[in-house]
């Protein structure tokens, strides 16, 4: 077995957790470290780009930022490890030296699954971009000036709109950026495409999910009014007055390593569900998982 390990280099828990990880992996598997993390931890050579790694599992430790950082460049399955703040997409809390550990075990045992959720391939005319697992933003290029977009569904104009700017979300993206603009919270388990908008000019336009098999566009009409593209605000790329932004389903998908399921129990911790999570749940069915581990 192979494992890969990524640490968000400027996070010194980060950091020490990779370390830790290394030495509780010990002779149990072939461990291929990326460069950024061997750098900062000194003493494992020149590591790996982080691209170049191939493993069965990528321990990805930092925040949130970081697991999206690292799902764009690489296509192993990845454990996300919190070292962060809200680290929503994350399946072992760092803070816990037990839960760490006992995770590094199972994952070497192979007592874990996969799952795979996904994401959101784009272009502007011939050039790809990368894909998104959260959501890809057409954003204004100047501060509190808005846009006029024009939406498109299977390249055909569905409506035009002023506002600050469109998100395209995954089902995992709804829980995060779309969110915050009133979009529709949607299982992980499911499909879908939710365009939400940005600061509207008619505050009463709704989001909506679209069939993930249709193509959404995002038109910028005016030819002398720039935007930017953000993808999973990692990747940003000018979007020239008058182009189109074209979003779809990608053919490649997330694949994160779960031992059970977590989605409900966070979004109770985050205080993100429009209801109690006291009510109807005893004090072991609250810190239960809702499906059993492999």
């Not at 010194?12 to 900062?40: F, M, N, Q, W, Y």
């Not at 204004?140 to 002023?162: H, I, N, W």
């Amino acid at each position: 077995m192979k494992i890969g390990i990524a640490a968000n280099p400027e996070k010194p828990r980060a950091v020490e957790l990779a370390e830790r990880a290394i030495d509780r992996i010990g002779s149990r598997a072939d461990v291929a470290i990326s460069s950024e993390t061997a750098k900062a931890l000194g003493g494992h050579g020149p590591g790996v780009p982080l691209e170049k790694i191939e493993a069965d599992v990528l321990i990805v430790i930092g925040g949130d930022g970081t697991v999206l950082y690292a799902l764009q460049r690489s296509r192993v399955p990845i454990l996300p490890v919190n070292a962060g703040t809200v680290g929503f997409l994350s399946e072992i809390e760092g803070a816990s030296p037990v839960a760490f550990d006992g995770a590094i075990d199972r994952v070497l045992r192979g007592s874990y699954f996969l799952e795979e959720r996904m994401k959101l391939a784009a272009s502007i005319g011939e050039k790809r971009l990368p894909d998104a697992t959260n959501e890809i933003v057409v954003h204004t290029s100047q501060v509190a000036k808005m846009r006029l977009f024009e939406v498109q569904v299977d390249r055909r104009p569905v409506g035009r709109l002023r506002a600050d700017g469109v998100i395209l979300a995954t089902p995992t993206g709804s829980t995060s950026y779309a969110l915050s603009a009133l979009g529709p919270i949607l299982d992980p388990g499911l499909e879908g495409i939710v365009v939400a908008t940005l600061a509207p000019f008619h505050p009463m336009q709704r989001a909506l999910v679209i069939d993930p098999l249709r193509t959404v566009g995002v038109h910028l009409v005016l030819p002398d009014k720039e935007a930017v593209v953000v993808i999973d605000g990692q990747s940003e790329i000018r979007l020239a007055g008058g182009s189109t932004l074209t979003a779809y389903r990608s053919p490649r998908k997330a694949a994160f390593v779960r031992f059970g399921g977590r989605f409900f129990r966070q979004l109770q911790g985050k205080k993100i569900l429009p209801w109690s999570d006291e009510v109807g749940l005893s004090e072991a069915e609250r810190h239960a998982d809702l499906s059993p581990a492999a």
